[in-house]
């Protein structure tokens, strides 16, 4: 089973904040994440991750070619 939930760190313990199915005992794998307090700062960090892998210029053409493509049957009279 894998599931998302919120949980609270306080004094050295993780306490779930929503009721999960599981037997007490039963070891699990946390990941953790620390929320971003704001959404400017998540963009901020993603600033430069498709440096180098694409050529956006072409890109860019391409997609402006690719909308000049008719897909639609051609009407007869």
């Keep these: 089973?894998?599931?998302t939930i919120k949980a609270r760190y306080r004094n050295g313990v993780i306490e779930p904040l929503e009721?999960?199915?599981i037997e007490d005992g039963t070891?699990?794998?946390i990941t953790v994440s620390e929320p971003i307090a704001d959404a400017a700062e998540g963009i901020k960090r993603s600033f430069g991750g498709w440096k180098g892998l694409i050529d956006a210029d072409q890109f860019l053409k391409d997609?402006?070619?690719s909308r000049r493509i008719s897909t639609r049957p051609?009407?007869?009279l």
């Design 74 to 76: 051609e009407v007869k």
């Design 19 to 21: 009721d999960i199915d």
């Design 27 to 29: 070891e699990i794998t």
């Design 1 to 3: 089973m894998i599931k």
């Design 63 to 65: 997609i402006y070619e």
